[in-house]
């Protein structure tokens, strides 16, 4: 048996450590690990709540505006808060937009090197990959004299010898399967998706001043001005780009990204029977049609699958949520076997792992992350949990979609559940987002035509308005995965505040029961040929789209602090 430790995965944001077991090539168990700690919720302890998004959204550096958004719906509910249908329309475009990036981003520039073997480009025949984009897509950049570009960039850059984020790829392994064609003609939709993505997130600038933490969320709405007749605020010039922008994403999405994974796949297909994991899938679902917040208005829709029964999707309850740290760097004042929903959270941090530098891990608790449960089941939540339940209602348009992709690739549904069905999922809602999105800015456009510019309810603004005491949640689909945050709030502070993110129910360690987390389930019977190299295990990981940025800290190899911050 050979004990692999993957540490950090890289491609991801944040810090993850992977270990696993290997006998005879096959995983045979897994431990997935936290490297850092998130202290988040200790900073927003007794801080206004109206500003309690502001610090959420520095969750992460990268996917923040999901939890301002997170952040601010929690409050609203704790309020009892309802916000105008403008502000549900900004913010629905917001995260519809980041969702759309974020999974051209993951695919193209956190996933796709775990099939593409960038070396074999270089010996691609032009001509041949001009042929065969063109024989998938009518992407307009498709020539041979284009791919040829591509290709004596990519040997200019190999010359050079600053291979950078190429430098240490698993480079001629025996995984990897595409010709030198389908290579070429991916690394060339890898530097496109870098422009593309730049200039499409635009729509947050316009809509939120900036991109990442955008400044135009507001507790009872948004502060995005709205005013056909100032320069300064959203006007018909603004909603003109938007337009254009949302245009130039459907395009991409359509003609390069879901023909680029619908070419991949079919060279993959043992990996629709890869990665299979827990078979419990959740998600919250978002996007409401109303201001009722009402889950039955969803685009995307809210409910638990389990033991991949898609006859039976069942309705969620946020009661039935709770942390365990029984394997986790924390401690529970009730003790460490009891796991508690997020309103009773406690963030006390207890590191009892090993001194760093360490080979292996050799204690009981191995994470900095917590391990949440529903009902105590570890579920797996993301773009193929959202799909498996739309799939299973019938809704947003997926059922059609995904038979027709299924049909194309020759497999059934069971399929689905795999790590080539995670990547699939990933594109197939980047694919429906982009055909909704112009329907929420018809509707705001239709709003403001009719002299409706409402973006904010001031009904429950100051504290005096606020009951003594109160508590809320928030939820949202954030392109990785359901995002929950809870609040209690105390004579107009905030008491207590837990943020559950995606990464923790996907990535998080065993509970109190020895129940594997989602990545660790997944990677059991995984085959791995050689244990130098591990790209097997990295493709079913990857899938996920780790997000481990909820660190605060920063340490350096031997683990010695940098530097400490105090927030103030």
């Known amino acids: 048996m050979t004990r692999i430790a993957i540490d950090p995965v890289t491609r991801i944001e944040g810090h993850l450590r992977i270990e696993v077991e290997v006998q005879d090539g096959i995983v045979t168990d897994a431990w997935s690990s936290g490297t850092m700690f998130r202290g988040i919720e200790l900073i927003l302890k007794d801080r206004d709540p109206r500003d309690a998004w502001v610090f959420a959204q520095r969750i992460c550096g990268v996917c923040t505006t999901v939890h301002a958004l997170t952040s601010v719906r929690a409050v609203e509910n704790a309020l009892n808060i309802t916000i105008p249908e403008n502000a549900r329309l900004l913010r629905q475009l917001i995260s519809g937009a980041q969702l759309v990036q974020d999974h051209v981003i993951h695919f193209y520039h956190l996933h796709a090197l775990d099939w593409v073997d960038v070396t074999l480009a270089l010996k691609a025949d032009p001509g041949a990959t001009s042929t065969l984009a063109q024989s998938i897509s009518d992407y307009p950049k498709s020539s041979k004299a284009y791919f040829k570009g591509v290709q004596d960039k990519l040997k200019a850059f190999v010359d050079s010898g600053q291979l950078g984020l190429f430098a240490n790829g698993y480079w001629g392994h025996p995984a990897y399967k595409l010709p030198p064609e389908a290579n070429l003609m991916a690394v060339a939709h890898y530097l496109e998706a870098l422009d593309w993505q730049r200039d499409y997130i635009r729509i947050h600038a316009i809509l939120g001043g900036k991109n990442p933490h955008l400044q135009s969320y507001l507790v009872g709405g948004m502060a995005t001005a709205i005013n056909p007749n100032s320069p300064g605020a959203l006007n018909a010039d603004g909603l003109s780009l938007l337009a254009n922008l949302l245009k130039k994403g459907q395009d991409f999405v359509s003609q390069v990204y879901v023909p680029d994974v619908l070419a991949v796949a079919p060279f993959y297909k043992e990996w629709a029977k890869l990665g299979t994991g827990l078979g419990n899938y959740m998600a919250y679902g978002d996007y409401p049609s109303d201001n009722q917040n009402n889950p039955d208005t969803y685009f995307f829709p809210r409910g638990l699958i389990l033991n991949k029964d898609l006859s039976n999707v069942q309705p969620i309850d946020h009661n039935q949520i709770a942390e365990h740290v029984a394997h986790s760097w924390y401690s529970y004042q009730g003790g460490d076997e009891k796991p508690l929903h997020p309103w009773s959270g406690e963030t006390k941090p207890n590191y009892t792992g090993p001194k760093p530098p360490f080979e292996m891990i050799t204690t009981d608790k191995y994470s900095w992350l917590k391990a949440p449960r529903y009902q105590d089941n570890a579920v797996e939540v993301g773009p193929l949990a959202r799909m498996l339940v739309a799939y299973a209602k019938d809704k947003a348009g997926a059922r059609p979609v995904i038979d027709s992709v299924l049909k194309q690739l020759g497999v059934d549904a069971s399929a689905l559940f795999s790590t080539l069905g995670r990547v699939a999922a990933r594109a197939i809602e980047a694919s429906l987002m982009t055909q909704q999105l112009p329907t929420w800015l018809n509707q705001l ?45 105390k004579d107009g502070v905030i008491k207590n505040y837990q943020a559950v993110v995606p990464s923790t129910w996907n990535a998080g360690p065993r509970d109190a029961k020895g129940q594997r987390g989602a990545y660790e389930q997944a990677l059991i019977g995984t085959p791995v040929v050689n244990p130098e190299q591990p790209v097997e295990i990295l493709r079913t990981i990857h899938s996920f789209d780790p997000c481990l940025a909820c660190a605060v800290h920063v340490v350096d190899p031997k683990g010695r602090e940098y530097s400490n911050v105090r927030v103030v």
Do not use: C
């Open 445 to 489: 456009e239709e709003n403001i035509g009719r002299g409706n510019l409402d973006i904010h309810n001031n009904t429950y603004w100051k504290p005096e308005s606020w009951p003594k005491e109160a508590q809320g949640y928030g939820f949202h689909e954030a392109p990785r995965g359901a995002l929950g945050h809870w609040v209690q709030i």
